[in-house]
């Protein structure tokens, strides 16, 4: 029997078979209008709620969302097919089937697009914690997500706090 707050167990296998049962979720970044990511959330379809595990696909041209760093949440990307050019700090890497990348917290800003004429298959992944702060560092920008809720800041105009003891 399950409470009221607790939602009902979905099953622990997600089959290869059932991926195409599952609709592809399309995502883009509100502020990189080259962005466009699809795919599904396998880590939705066993319920996981502490780690996001997803199938992804850039199409030729496009990008994953944009330059950014995370403060709490640690992330990983897997290449499984095409190629693609991973910026990683202030270097771009192309990158293939079987590279691997993590960013471990504070991480070093990353990115992901897709400039050749085959789309690029990925495992994205990392940690989903209730609060999470990035920063886009190529927009001073700071993201701030509670939950579900988020708002984006000019880190220029954030107002600086010193702590003193009395």
Known sequence: ??????APRKPSLFRAADHAKVPEASQSHPLNPNSLVR??????Q??????????????????SFI???????????????GRGIAEVGDES??????????FPTPSVAHHLRNPFE????????GERHEVEVAD???????LVRMGMQAAIYEVAEGQKLSWSEE
């Open 136 to 142: 886009f560092p190529s927009l001073g920008k700071r």
């Open 39 to 44: 795919g599904i959330s396998l880590s939705e």
């Open 1 to 6: 029997m399950t409470s009221e707050k607790e």
């Open 93 to 102: 890497h192309e990158v293939g089937p079987g590279d691997f990348m993590g």
């Open 118 to 125: 085959q789309e690029l298959v990925y495992i994205s992944g």
């Open 46 to 63: 066993v319920g996981l709620r502490r780690m996001g595990f997803h199938l992804l696909r850039i199409p030729p041209g496009k990008e």
């Open 67 to 81: 330059l950014h760093s995370h403060q709490t949440e640690e992330e990983f990307i897997y290449i499984l097919s």
